[in-house]
């Protein structure tokens, strides 16, 4: 049966990751991992975070990176674009992590190549026969291609106390929770491991949840 492990905001926050993965025995031959963005800011090795995928797409394919709201941002700061929004947001944690200076001119060339391509590269949801899984949400009522991406990466409210009403559960991020949030058709697994909580994977169809 095929399997997707869902991991939601990490955040910087290496350590938790790395003890996350070691919990989860995926089978690389058969199951998928899904990282639901929100890679980055806030925590204390947004580059070690993004290394340690980086290496892990070396040895394994069976993955899929999605854009979160806090990557959308740091593209646009390092094109001098909505600065100030981005540093509010927690973006110095990772300015310091690539030794980048607020002064810095060309921000893009402070960043190892293939980091830069793996921002740039970053699928706005990644969609199954039974799962839609995106970093925030969905515009509920819309179909799927009608959605704006936009909205993928920044939703809150008008997703997740509404019905989203497609035939397939949704499962986000973006929104932190005390304990995962399972809703119609929905599932929430930020659970703020930036902010004291625990990092969360998913995973489907087992609806079984692993925690660090």
Known sequence: ??????????????DKLVELMKLIHIDWNEDTAVFLGDYIDRGPDSMGVVEYLLNL?????????????????FLNYLDHREEQIYLFNGGRSTLRSYGI???????RAKLPPEHLRFFEALHPCY???H???VHAGIRPGIPMKGQDPYDMIWIRNEFFLSTHGLNKTVV????PFREPFVGEKMIGIDTGAVYGGVLTCLELPAMKFYQV
Do not use: P
């Open 131 to 133: 799962y839609l899984f």
């Open 57 to 73: 797409r070396k040895n394994h394919n069976r993955l899929v990176f999605l854009q979160g709201n806090h990557e959308w941002m």
């Open 1 to 14: 049966m095929q399997r997707y492990f869902a991991i939601g905001d990490i955040h910087g926050c290496l």
């Open 101 to 107: 200076s607020t002064e810095e001119q060309d921000r």
């Open 172 to 175: 986000f991020a973006h929104t």
């Open 127 to 129: 969609e199954t026969e």
